[in-house]
């Protein structure tokens, strides 16, 4: 059972470490010719796993078992970190851990440096570097990337977000015209993640429509979305993967066949033609390259900024 | 009007640059003491933007206006990005721009190093420290962290994201067992934007539950979570803050009003101590910080990868 948190504390406080501390837990033996990675940070970690993996995706030959350390310093404890490092050192190939980190308090940085691991530093060197162009200081306790920010910007994303699962799959026609994009596309082209992904990273109020059969009779776009047509992007695939996406949803169907995909990708990627709307095909595309696509493609990115206040 | 992508054609090919390309665009006049920041990538950018402002949040005193260039190389030119940069080195205070740069291509750094700005290499740096380490060499055409992972893993990000559109808001009881977490709190503690951060980033199932006035007569928790109270994290927050954050949806309604709130919030703390149920404050905390909390403690961060493949 993992203990409550005590909410009425200070912040860090009341972040009580879990009853398996992971500075504490027994690593599992590690498979041979893997490489121990630990993600270390005194906050989420959530850069350090972001910039870490991207430097370890070059590496495709290598194995890596992935740990994350998040919160080192408040809430998980630096002495029981080191020893987990040193203990993995010990084990298994004998080859050191590599260590990413993003650690901005010195005394910890220095303490993690004495551990039996390879330490990559992602932030400690730029900031040197940053200091020295811009003539100032770190103020290290004042940056906190991933912390709260200001009301407004959390007013603006939890909108995004609940205008998202709104509109969702051409659920709501309601204020669609407050809509910075409407996804279109066939069923299964990733409408519905990529719609995530914008509003809650970008704070954009997006919408997504679904192209059925019905909605290819006429010559132009499914009529709740045509005024908007400005702001329409599209998606495709191909036909190929879209079944094999289908088929996970309903094996075997009329609607998963290969025929059908095919016809129905055709008929979209028509449509968007005609109709003059940027498109992209996703079968190639994470998630997030989609999201900077069409970011770019429409212009986006300052866009949450200039937005005025409610 | 931006042109349509071409689908049919390779990845990079596909995205044709918008009429204005990022790269040519004129630089708006910069305010006195702003600092012009450009996030430059030949991928989406996201990693840079992610380091890159973690960083700058260190230096709060200062100004800065940023740009994101993404798809440096492919959708962007090379020379049109060197010569923003130089425009902008020359214009306003005279300070040269500084680049947060994630780009792989030795060519391309290298002409990014003749541009008149302070070229902040997030990547190259590190690469040869991994390397170094490794004994093997990166592999820059191989690695894309962004890019798009297994069918698998896209398909369970998919669920997710549709499993969290579902049980948002206690939407659906089905296939509530399914859940790997199931967030409870009164409205507008910030149950759905975390709900949303943990499925689209850790392909998690992830529930959302409210709890109203009608939840509380009883002892416990509300009667469809309660059979899963080990896999339920409450959320709570400020009675101030959850009024400010109210008063946005409601102006001037008593489900804003301080005293509701205070209720609200005192007897969702009473029942999460009672029923033993993990909880944290939104109060101070950012989505990010909530989600890298409820991992660490639910122990989840390795939950997915030991998913059995449907």
Known sequence: MVPPFDATAAPSAAMTPPATSPGERAEPGLVAGTRAVFFVSDSTGITAETLGSALLANFPGARFERHTIPFLGSVTAVDAVVARLDRSAAQGTGDAPIVFATVKDAGIRGRLADAGAVVIDLLAGHLTELEAELGATAETRAGQYHGLGDLEQYFRRMRAVEFAIEHDDGQSGRDLASADVIIVAPSRCGKTPTTMYLALHYGLLVANYPLTDDDFPTDGLPRIVAPHAERCFGL???????????????????????AQCTLEIRRA???????HIPFLSSATRSVEEMSAVILQSMNLRDRPRERPTP
Chains 1, 2 share one sequence.
């Open 236 to 258: 495709t695939t191909t036909a190929l993967r879209l079944s094999q996406v289908r088929h996970e949803r309903r094996p075997h169907s009329t609607y998963a066949s290969l």
């Open 269 to 275: 990627e028509d449509l968007y033609r005609r109709t």
